[in-house]
């Protein structure tokens, strides 16, 4: 959202509009070579089988990226991401898509708004949760 968004329009239960991500193996071996992140698991097939997963699987480091834009896409310029902090409850694979979401928790007094964020499959699943809290301008 590239449009401001303030704190007199927010209320306890919105939803955040949805971001849907569909991360690939090439998009995996580009997040390796930024992040520095060279696990095998995220890019080498046979690895990652040999060593018990389905195959390769996304980076913890871009599944919290993901929601960074969640909010911030969000929050739009003016809004000030505050914290962001995730906790990774299951592994996604390139090719299938995941869904970033989240929805107001609290409202606090100094402008700063609480929000639940995570990462759902296209089944339901929630493989990644966690918190932010924002700023947001005021009218």
Do not use: R
């Amino acid at each position: 959202m590239s449009q401001d968004i303030y704190f007199e329009d927010v209320t306890e239960g919105m939803e955040i509009p949805i971001i849907e991500k569909n991360p690939t193996t090439q998009q995996l071996v580009k997040y390796a070579g930024a992040s520095g992140d060279f696990y095998q698991i995220h890019y080498d097939m046979e690895y990652a089988k040999n060593n018990g997963l389905p195959g390769v699987i996304l980076h913890g480091a871009l599944k919290n990226a993901f929601l960074g834009q969640l909010i911030t896409d969000w929050i739009g310029p003016t809004g000030k991401l505050k914290k962001l902090e995730v906790q990774y409850k299951g592994m996604d694979l390139p090719g299938a898509p995941v869904f970033a979401k989240g929805i107001v928790s609290k409202i606090n007094d100094n402008n700063t708004v609480n929000c639940d964020i995570w990462l759902e499959t296209d089944n339901g699943e929630k493989t990644t949760v966690g918190k932010a809290v924002v700023q947001l301008p005021t009218k």
